[in-house]
């Protein structure tokens, strides 16, 4: 493990100093020492049909009520509040904004009583286990607010889940002594929460168990969770990356860019970046696997696009896709799960190529030697294939580059050849400088944690509801995590949540969702029309500041925008359309300079019928 962390970090950069000093806003609940917890109805499971499953297996944790803060009336009588001792750890992948989570849980603990303490695990879980710590104090945290990594203590494996991981974390909680450990990270770190919550309980000891929803592939969703941290950055970070390369492809005319983002499960990053820079093509994990899609397919889909574009003379084009897409193509998710199960059973890698069924040997030894390498790195701690690592985008470069050749060949493409670029925007924004929305919402979930333990809340994860208004108007609570499990029957290998287990599982994109309608229903126009859309880098201060995650805007059908943003695409359509035009032309106005999101937002919005909009129906 690193002895540096917890070292005060020098802000060398201008602007990095400027964040350190940025103070997040609070909703105004939060802004006192305590606050009034009231309890709402008994929870059951977002799928009542595993209710049973999940109360069998969370006897004491299963069934606990919703739980609202709300500000403490003006005359409440200021109870002894005795000092707590508190631990966190960084379970989860780095996110941006998972610093200021800690930073908030510090401050509302100082706030509770000066004595209490916080302990962060150093190294993460495995820290946890061997009960290294560093006392959080405001000094450690001077360099650290506001800023990206995981770097004040570091991480190692999100997973808390073996009887003598859970062992060894229930050992550190008695000998520090802890009313409460909160715990950082996304769907599996927060799955083990609510199993760790359990065995504190039937083993007696008093620590409470805190998930907060800590993620950049915002995948933990559900009618609890709006979004997670760290989504909202890592979006704006890779949506201006992959406007820059669009605006590259078309100076030049000449490559195709390939550009794969991080999302294992669900594509949420990628859908939401095309939604923001319009590239030629999207491909998501979803759509491949409910139309069942084969690898073969997948390419044809894109030749076509290829073979489209050349006929109007363009050359160039950029490709978006998610690094969950391989696993999402039937035979190679077949093939994965076959080697997963090599993994599992110690077959070295030298012999799994001769030991795969037949019909998987024959695709594996299709595939390009490199694909191949990567398929047989070792697995996630949860015994799955290591997506970041397995290049899709250069598989599906190389595959399109042979079917053009073959194509040409048989004279159905004419154009000239095919060049591609690949990328994977990955690692690049998941260290980012969060942006406001991630530092205001990680600092209010650092201390609906506080509150939640100080109520004697355990298995519980902080939450934080109507995220597309002003942070005045936030809603804070505490949801059940069981409330938020169902129960799938994965392969998974031994050291996964075993099959048929309770767990939080990630949610895929809605494909019968407003959003996704909007997107496929532009599909020909970004393909063809070199659409492109700048939203340019993360803004801190002045306008834009504010900007929300944007595909909560879409989903939340009863949004009611920002009339300044309204205003200003009005002001630009009126220059373009004539009074009086059809709606039809409106729309196509509209769609012609603003994002997908912008022209949603206009045409749905509820205060069109207030504003001049109303001169062009
Ligand atoms: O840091 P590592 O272990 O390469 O993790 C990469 C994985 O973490 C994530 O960034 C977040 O879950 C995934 O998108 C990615 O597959």
Same mark, same amino acid.
């Given at each position: 493990?690193?002895?540096?962390?917890?070292?005060?970090?020098?802000?060398?950069?201008?602007?990095?100093?400027?964040?350190?000093?940025?103070?997040?806003?609070?909703?105004?609940?939060?802004?006192?020492?305590?606050?009034?917890?009231?309890?709402?109805?008994? +929870? +059951?499971?977002?799928?009542?049909?595993?209710?049973?499953?999940?109360?069998?297996?969370?006897?004491?944790?299963?069934?606990?009520?919703?739980?609202?803060?709300?500000?403490?009336?003006?005359?409440?009588? *200021?109870?002894?509040?005795?000092?707590?001792?508190?631990?966190?750890?960084?379970?989860?992948?780095? @996110?941006?904004?998972?610093?200021?989570?800690?930073?908030?849980?510090?401050?509302?603990?100082?706030? =509770?009583?000066?004595?209490?303490?916080?302990?962060?695990?150093?190294?993460?879980?495995?820290?946890?286990?061997?009960?290294?710590?560093?006392?959080?104090?405001?000094?450690?945290?001077?360099?650290?607010?506001?800023?990206?990594?995981?770097?004040?203590?570091?991480?190692?494996?999100?997973?808390?889940?073996?009887?003598?991981?859970?062992?060894?974390?229930?050992? +550190? &909680?008695?000998?520090?002594?802890?009313?409460?450990?909160?715990?950082?990270?996304?769907?599996?770190?927060?799955?083990?929460?609510?199993?760790?919550?359990?065995?504190?309980?039937?083993?007696?000891?008093?620590?409470?168990?805190?998930?907060?929803?800590?993620?950049?592939?915002?995948?933990?969703?559900?009618?609890?969770?709006?979004?997670?941290?760290?989504?909202?950055?890592?979006?704006?970070?890779?949506?201006?990356?992959?406007? *820059?390369? &669009?605006?590259?492809?078309?100076?030049?005319?000449?490559?195709? /860019?390939?550009? %794969?983002?991080?999302?294992?499960?669900?594509?949420?990053?990628?859908?939401? $970046?095309?939604?923001?820079?319009?590239?030629?093509?999207?491909?998501?994990?979803?759509?491949?696997?409910?139309?069942?899609?084969?690898?073969?397919?997948?390419?044809?889909?894109?030749?076509?696009?290829?073979?489209? %574009?050349?006929?109007?003379?363009?050359?160039?084009?950029?490709?978006?896709?998610?690094?969950?897409?391989?696993?999402?193509?039937?035979?190679?998710?077949?093939?994965?799960?076959?080697?997963?199960?090599?993994?599992?059973?110690?077959?070295?890698?030298?012999?799994?190529?001769?030991?795969?069924?037949?019909?998987?040997?024959?695709?594996?030894?299709?595939?390009?030697?490199?694909?191949?390498?990567?398929?047989?790195?070792?697995?996630?701690?949860?015994?799955?294939?290591?997506?970041?690592?397995?290049?899709?985008?250069?598989?599906?470069?190389?595959?399109?580059?042979?079917?053009?050749?073959?194509?040409?060949?048989?004279? %159905? /493409?004419?154009?000239?050849?095919?060049?591609?670029? $690949?990328?994977?925007?990955?690692?690049?924004?998941?260290?980012?400088?969060?942006?406001?929305?991630? $530092?205001?919402?990680?600092?209010?979930?650092?201390?609906?944690?506080?509150?939640?333990?100080?109520?004697?809340?355990?298995?519980?994860?902080?939450?934080?509801?109507?995220?597309?208004?002003?942070?005045?108007?936030?809603?804070?609570?505490?949801?059940?995590?069981?409330?938020?499990?169902?129960?799938?029957? =994965?392969?998974?290998?031994?050291?996964?949540?075993?099959?048929?287990?309770?767990?939080?599982?990630?949610?895929?994109?809605?494909?019968?969702?407003?959003?996704?309608?909007?997107?496929?229903?532009?599909? @020909?126009?970004?393909?063809?029309?070199?659409?492109?859309?700048?939203?340019?880098?993360?803004?801190?201060?002045?306008?834009?500041?504010?900007?929300?995650?944007?595909?909560?805007?879409?989903?939340?059908?009863?949004?009611?925008?920002?009339?300044?943003?309204?205003? &200003?695409?009005?002001?630009?359509?009126? +220059?373009?359309?004539?009074?009086? $035009?059809?709606?039809?032309?409106?729309?196509?106005?509209?769609?012609?300079?603003?994002?997908?999101?912008?022209?949603?937002?206009?045409?749905?919005?509820?205060?069109?019928?207030?504003?001049?909009?109303? =001169?062009?129906?």
């Amino acid at each position: 493990m690193n002895a540096d962390f917890g070292a005060p970090k020098e802000l060398a950069g201008g602007l990095q100093q400027r964040r350190a000093l940025y103070q997040p806003s609070l909703p105004p609940c939060l802004q006192g020492a305590t606050v009034k917890v009231e309890y709402g109805d008994a +929870t +059951t499971t977002i799928n009542p049909s595993c209710a049973s499953v999940v109360a069998q297996a969370f006897p004491s944790t299963f069934g606990q009520p919703l739980v609202s803060f709300v500000a403490p009336p003006a005359d409440a009588v *200021n109870d002894d509040r005795p000092p707590l001792r508190v631990g966190v750890v960084f379970s989860g992948r780095q @996110s941006p904004g998972g610093h200021n989570v800690i930073w908030g849980l510090h401050d509302a603990l100082k706030a =509770h009583n000066p004595q209490s303490v916080l302990y962060g695990f150093i190294g993460g879980t495995e820290g946890l286990f061997v009960n290294k710590t560093l006392e959080i104090t405001d000094d450690v945290l001077t360099s650290y607010k506001n800023q990206g990594g995981f770097d004040l203590l570091g991480r190692s494996i999100d997973q808390i889940r073996s009887t003598k991981q859970v062992n060894a974390a229930i050992t +550190t &909680c008695r000998n520090l002594n802890l009313d409460g450990l909160v715990i950082i990270g996304g769907v599996t770190s927060n799955s083990d929460a609510a199993q760790l919550a359990e065995t504190l309980v039937q083993n007696n000891c008093k620590t409470k168990v805190v998930g907060v929803p800590v993620s950049l592939n915002g995948d933990l969703k559900n009618q609890f969770v709006e979004t997670t941290v760290g989504f909202d950055t890592v979006c704006k970070v890779n949506s201006q990356l992959v406007s *820059n390369v &669009c605006l590259d492809a078309i100076s030049a005319g000449k490559y195709y /860019y390939f550009v %794969r983002l991080m999302g294992r499960k669900a594509s949420h990053v990628a859908f939401e $970046c095309a939604l923001q820079s319009h590239p030629n093509m999207l491909i998501l994990g979803e759509e491949v696997a409910l139309s069942k899609l084969t690898l073969m397919e997948v390419i044809d889909k894109i030749c076509d696009g290829v073979q489209a %574009r050349a006929e109007l003379g363009k050359y160039h084009g950029v490709l978006l896709i998610p690094e969950g897409l391989i696993e999402s193509i039937p035979e190679m998710y077949a093939l994965i799960q076959e080697i997963n199960i090599l993994h599992n059973n110690n077959v070295p890698v030298a012999e799994m190529s001769s030991q795969l069924s037949p019909w998987a040997a024959a695709l594996f030894q299709f595939l390009p030697l490199f694909i191949r390498r990567e398929l047989l790195l070792h697995q996630e701690s949860d015994n799955s294939a290591q997506l970041s690592q397995i290049d899709t985008e250069q598989l599906l470069a190389h595959l399109v580059e042979a079917e053009m050749i073959k194509r040409t060949k048989q004279g %159905r /493409y004419k154009g000239r050849k095919f060049s591609s670029v $690949c990328h994977f925007f990955g690692y690049q924004a998941r260290g980012s400088l969060p942006s406001n929305f991630d $530092c205001d919402y990680a600092y209010a979930l650092g201390h609906i944690s506080l509150h939640m333990i100080a109520a004697g809340l355990t298995g519980y994860m902080a939450t934080v509801a109507n995220l597309k208004d002003p942070v005045d108007k936030w809603r804070c609570a505490a949801a059940p995590l069981t409330a938020m499990m169902s129960v799938k029957r =994965h392969l998974r290998g031994p050291g996964a949540i075993p099959i048929g287990s309770p767990a939080i599982h990630p949610s895929p994109i809605d494909l019968k969702g407003k959003a996704y309608e909007l997107l496929r229903e532009k599909a @020909s126009s970004f393909l063809l029309d070199d659409f492109y859309r700048t939203p340019g880098g993360i803004q801190y201060e002045g306008p834009g500041q504010d900007a929300k995650p944007i595909t909560l805007t879409i989903e939340n059908q009863d949004y009611m925008g920002d009339i300044e943003i309204l205003k &200003c695409c009005l002001s630009k359509v009126r +220059t373009m359309v004539k009074p009086g $035009c059809s709606r039809e032309v409106l729309k196509a106005a509209i769609s012609s300079m603003l994002s997908v999101t912008d022209v949603l937002t206009v045409m749905s919005h509820p205060l069109n019928a207030e504003l001049p909009l109303s =001169h062009f129906k």
